[in-house]
């Protein structure tokens, strides 16, 4: 082997490492400044260290990212707004194809409403307000930061993305519905039939696939509009209302961080350290 | 060696052809499933496994209860086994074979079966027990066969077999415990969430396994006098016994857990399995049945095979013992584990499940499969026994 040769393969596998080495750097300080405290985690953080963040768990199948698109859910102003909610589920349904048949056992949702002792069973259900006892409350994926739906998949269909939320791949499912055993909030559906039979196949939105039997899907927190810019389909839906705010939990900065400064709000099931990215007011 | 299972006598095709039967229905309704959907059984959103994910679980404990002949023989060096280890063995091929095709019907999308071996993801528990399942079936087909195939030339078995056998010993052990990791790891699922799953699992499973070959080997000794000797079946009786009394244990452990610590979350379940559970006035009690069968059932099995008349002296009562263990078992992991761990729902809703007719002849073509596979087993591993004897 010629010097030159030599000396070229020693520089190119140095700088090869230094780049592997380098990105791993830069991962570190860009989960490192991501405020962990935005998890909004049941955790004890009294017991580390002061401001610290606290990056350590059991084995986690999502890494973190940069990006955490999040919700806030005023049940305040839905309850204000008679009709808003089921507007919400309305353009969700229709945006997304999903079908509708009379029966519970073939039932497929996204967005839906429950009472309130439904969606938040870790919360004392004795003498409720009024505003409780009568008004539901509106659920949808948690799209949480630790899904155990996507530690259970066995062939990543159902995956974090870059942003944050919890996608479904539906060409790579198989239809296992572990996913649905493993999520603790009950937002996921199969296609038990074909679900082009509960469709009004001349109304529907042919931007957006119909999805075949057999496979699992859920709310996505419209991935395929908030990449192209687009606020998802409940929030538009919701108007100037502030009914739902959406953002970035990672944004130290941003409406959403700011309104959870100065509200108090909750989340479903946060003793099971899903981190989920959806906080309610009810 | 294969052509052993094509001689027999008329109660053995006749025995064949009826598992046939069953076999050609379970595939028929399996090709209406197909072709509609899994909206064909009774599984729904709140309960998205039923039985064909229940039967799983049960078998691959049957499957790992066949290390309770292999162990003895190949670790203990005791010698008393040697007849029936080949028939822990093959209980183990049919076992497991049956838990893969219960994966199978019960996939959405069986075509993309695939997609696991090509998206390996070792965070997902699937995917570890798609491995030691799969590595638990070839293992005990190599050691089954090579085993046999040297017996039968009168040879002592070839010394590169041996690390594979005392390799399937933790394999058995695996396989029951990645199953129990299936469930047990599940956060929101109190009734899975439990420490004690695997052990429960591994218990049940040392005494329905064996449970089984005692049978098969009952039948064997009437129909094609087959003596596995009286001192083998009496130490896997034994076996059974401890086994069921273990996992009999873990079960009251589990009440005292939930009724003592009085968290609603940890009783809902086992109220809704053994007494019903009310909700909004209407009683919701379709597994009471069979959690009552299980109690009823393992106390009766115990008893038969505990007392020295019904143990020794009639081997009906024997076999009865034996069934009796294995039903109640089966009331216990095959019905109730799955089926119960899904009540309430994660929003609290209280939904029965019950299978369709079509659901549960697939159930039983499955099973019939896997009995024509033991029973095809069992013929040659008898016919080579025969072959030696002449």
């Known amino acids: 082997m010629d010097k030159k040769r030599r000396e070229f393969l020693k520089i190119a596998g140095i700088s090869t490492l230094a780049g592997l080495g380098g990105t791993a750097v830069i991962d570190r300080l860009a989960t490192g400044a991501s405020p962990a405290r935005a998890r909004a985690a049941y955790e004890i953080n009294s017991l580390s260290p002061a401001g610290q963040p606290k990056e350590k768990g059991p084995a986690k199948a999502a890494a973190k990212t940069s990006q955490r698109l999040g919700l806030v859910i005023d049940m305040r102003k ?161 108007g100037d209302t502030k009914a739902m705010i959406f953002g970035d939990l990672n944004d130290a900065n941003s409406e959403i961080r700011k309104f959870l400064k100065e509200n108090y709000t909750i989340q479903r099931k946060p003793s099971l350290g899903t981190h989920p990215s959806v906080f309610y007011i009810v | ?19 046939g039967t069953f076999m050609a229905i379970g595939a028929f309704c399996y090709v209406r499933q197909y072709h509609y959907g899994l909206g064909l059984t009774g599984m729904s959103r709140d309960v998205s496994w039923g039985i064909y994910i229940a039967q799983f679980t049960y078998l691959v404990g049957v499957a790992a209860g066949g290390v309770m002949l292999v162990l003895p023989f190949y670790i203990h060096d005791y010698k008393v086994f040697g007849k029936i280890t080949i028939l822990g063995e093959f209980l183990a091929i049919a076992a497991l074979l049956m838990c893969l095709t219960f994966i199978m019907v019960d996939l959405g999308q ?7 071996i090509l998206h390996p993801t070792p965070h ?60 047990c790891g599940l956060p929101g699922r109190h009734f899975w969430l439990s420490a004690i799953i695997a052990p429960r699992f591994l218990a049940s499973a040392f005494a329905a396994g064996p449970a089984l070959v005692v049978m098969a080997a009952l039948v064997m000794k009437r129909v094609a006098n087959f003596d596995p000797g009286k001192k083998a079946i009496d130490k896997v009786v034994t076996i059974i016994i401890y086994a069921t009394l273990v996992n009999a244990f873990f079960v009251l452990l589990e009440f005292f857990v ?121 013929k040659i591993a008898l016919g080579v026994e025969r072959e030696i004897e002449a």
């Open chain 2, 124 to 183: 997902s528990m699937l995917f570890w027990d798609m491995c030691v399942l799969n590595g638990y079936l070839f293992l005990n087909i190599l050691c089954g066969w090579v085993i046999l195939t040297a017996e039968r030339k009168q040879v002592a078995p070839p010394k590169w077999i041996y690390p594979f056998v005392y390799l399937s010993i933790p394999f058995a052990i695996s396989i029951h415990t990645v199953t129990a990791m299936l469930y």
């Open chain 2, 258 to 378: 939930a009724f003592y610590s009085n968290i609603p979350g940890e009783k809902h379940a086992l109220e809704y399995l053994y007494f019903g559970l009310v909700e909004h006035g209407h009683m919701y009690n379709n597994l009471v049945p069979f959690s009552w069968a299980f109690v009823v059932f393992c106390i009766v099995g115990v008893t038969l095979l505990s007392l020295p008349y019904t143990r020794h002296k009639n081997e009906f009562w024997l076999g009865a013992g034996c069934f009796s263990i294995f039903i109640a078992l089966w009331f216990d992991k095959g019905v109730d584990f799955v089926l119960g761990g899904f009540v309430p729902s994660p929003l609290g809703a209280v939904v029965q499940y019950y299978p369709t007719l079509n659901e549960i002849m697939i159930t039983i073509g499955v099973w019939s499969m896997g009995f024509f596979i033991l029973t095809v087993l069992y």
């Open chain 1, 78 to 238: 839905f309850n204000a707004n008679p009709g808003l909610a089921e507007k919400c589920i309305k353009t969700c349904d229709f945006l997304h194809n999903i079908p509708h048949f009379n029966n519970k056992k073939d039932e497929v949702k996204w967005v839906w409403l429950t009472g309130y002792e439904n969606a938040f069973q870790e919360h004392s259900h004795y003498y409720r307000n009024e505003t409780l006892e009568k008004n539901q409350v509106l659920l949808l994926c948690n799209q949480c930061d630790d899904p155990p739906c996507v530690r259970a998949c066995p062939t990543k269909a159902t995956f974090k993305a870059k942003n944050g939320i919890v996608a479904q791949d539906y060409h790579r499912c198989i239809g296992c519905r572990f996913c649905m055993a493993a999520c603790p909030y009950g937002s996921r559906s199969f296609n038990w039939r074909d679900p082009r039979g509960g469709l009004d196949m001349k109304h529907i939105n042919p931007e957006y696939p119909t999805r075949m039997r057999g496979v699992v899907e859920k709310c996505t927190m419209c991935v395929e509009r908030v990449g192209i810019g687009k606020l998802p389909a409940c929030v538009e839906a919701t």
């Open chain 2, 110 to 116: 069986p075509l993309r079966v695939m997609n696991v």
């Open chain 2, 1 to 19: 060696m294969f052509e052993k299972a094509l001689k027999g006598n008329n109660y053995y095709w006749i025995w064949l052809a009826f598992l």
